[in-house]
Nanobody, 115 residues
């Protein structure tokens, strides 16, 4: 069983930046960041394969950058130009096969964008 540990959530003003990190305790294939705003469903924000291929939801394109360090088994989400609507609990997810993304989940980290 692989453990995922997120860090980096905080309170930030609109227009600010944050970097989230997700450290995995073992080998994983694809990884992704999900978020769940208050009272809303969880959505996939960005994903990255082991080879570095990325995908983003339209609402964060041009503002967020997902990356990973396979040697460290760590994934990052650089979030720039943050907006109040980015406020959510952000979850790290990872897959144990090439075809899966969310076999493992982190505990979540709170990101609040507010003045």
């Amino acid at each position: 069983q692989v453990q995922l540990v997120e860090s980096g959530g905080a309170l930030v003003q609109p227009g600010g930046s944050l970097r989230l990190s997700c450290a995995a305790s073992g080998f994983i294939f694809s990884m992704g960041w999900y978020r769940q705003p208050p009272g809303k469903a969880r959505e996939l924000v960005a994903s990255i394969t082991r080879a570095g291929n990325t995908n983003y939801v339209d609402s964060v394109k041009g503002r967020f950058i997902i990356s990973r360090d396979n040697f460290k088994n760590t994934m990052y989400l650089q979030m720039n130009s943050l907006k109040p609507e980015d406020t959510a609990v952000y979850y790290c997810a990872a897959g144990r096969t090439v075809l899966s993304l969310n076999d493992y989940w982190g505990q979540g980290t709170q990101v609040t964008v507010s003045s």
